[in-house]
């Protein structure tokens, strides 16, 4: 990781930038946008919450190790403060983060430029401001940063190497169900400065990310969410959002998926036809707490098949609330060519172990070929699970495995080797992509086997997928069926057919589309059959 991490510095900082530096003058306003600079780098004192935030990694000029960085002011009023302020650094060769969260004082806020004077609780004053020439006049998009902790501090010059990225593609986004936010990133920009961390101060160098962010989105009392930021070897950055219903669904749109990338300095583009699936799971060390740790991105726009890796996975912050925030390496191709990258992850939507319950059977008769069936009840998104089912004939003394890696709640079970009368108890583990969530469910009671199946006798049903009439092959003698039933892939009994109205053609017109089953009742036993409603 280290060896990519110093790739994409020397890539960024001794590559000579061709672009058009139109936008670095003050007053700056991007073609439709909503933001302008230097004043939307200001307080917006009719917005409810707001706040400055930048990241980084950096490099010891001297003793050539390397750090990461997260510092955010926060425009939240409550207890008496105007705010908090949240800094977070991290040694990367002893993976030991030091983190503090302190509330403060806003001594100087301007609604004009940036220029955060902060008076920190029990800390000395921090600033955050552009930068002024030797007449006083603001220089476009370059920034000092001061700020300390009990551990260590920063104190920081930055200069922005591309023009704003603009989510939303004009500065504003709604994000979940009620909120909205004006939003700019600072994509990329080169650090220089010094890094004290447990009384020592060393030069540093490196690479940083500034977002901004004013409206009612409110990281304490909104849907919980995972942010990413991506600073590719191409040139290319991304900022990108899934964010949580309180179902843990991400509903297929753009106030809950959003990819907002820098291309070059003539294209950005902002979508939400992306996929973000998570590839590994971490435990906090005391157990409380479970966040994704790896993550792999894909989108048909410019190919992006992209894999996302936490440097450290106990990168986690404990006030003002427990959420995680850590530097990233990125690998994997765009548009077919390679690039590597770094970045970071904020992870707001923490997981749990998944928790089951058998539907079917439950103490009734079973029969080999009815499905067994199960509820997952704490459902997750970004959790997906599949399912190991085991039985037991011998009061769950041992379990016997009969399928791995099951992706539906059901499944049809044809074992010849059970007999009449067998006891058996069922077994169903969920499992998370790398086992690290895993819940299981054992049957609260025990099923009657009832052996028989409709292979013994060669029936079949057709045409299967159907979608008005079912019919038996060969059909059977009349009064031979006592009672016949459709049921679903849930156990649940649709319809009863009395067997004095059972014939070998079946009316399954007002069935939904799905999978479900036909469980005919013979004088010496019943067989169940599988078909398919289109």
Known sequence: MKCIYLLLIATTFLSSYSYSQDWKTFPYTPAGSKVSFPKDEGRHSTEPVEWWYT???LKGVNSGKTYSYMLTYFYFPASGFDGFRILNIEDDASGKVYEETRPLHYTTLSTTHLDIQASVYNRANESWSNKTDGNGNL???????????????LNLDCKSLKRPLLPGDDGYLDQGAENYTYYYSQTRNTVTGKLTLNGITEDVTGTSWIDRQYGNFNPFTGEKYEWFQLQLSNGMDINLWNIFTVENTIPDNEKYRILAAYVDESTQYTISDFTIERLAFNWMPDSAMCYSAKWRLTSAKNNL???????????????PFRFF?????????????????IGFAELLHPYEHPALAIKKPAGEIFNAALPISWQLLNPDEGRPVTYDIEYSVNNKVTFTPIAQGVKDTFYLWNNSSLSNDDSIWFKITANSIDGKLKGTAVSTSPSAVMAGNADSLQIKLFPNPVSNDLFLQPGLPANSVTQGKIIDINGRIIRVIPGNLFSSKIDVSFLPTGVYFLKLYLPERSVVLKFVKR
């Open 55 to 57: 990241s980084g990694q």
């Open 139 to 153: 220089i476009p998009f370059e920034y000092t940063i001061k700020a300390a902790s009990a551990s260590g501090g």
């Open 305 to 319: 098949d992209l894999t996302i890796t936490s440097n450290n996975n106990n990168s986690e912050i404990t006030l």
């Open 325 to 341: 925030e850590g530097a990233t390496t990125i690998t994997g191709t765009v548009n077919g060519q390679a690039v590597t990258g």
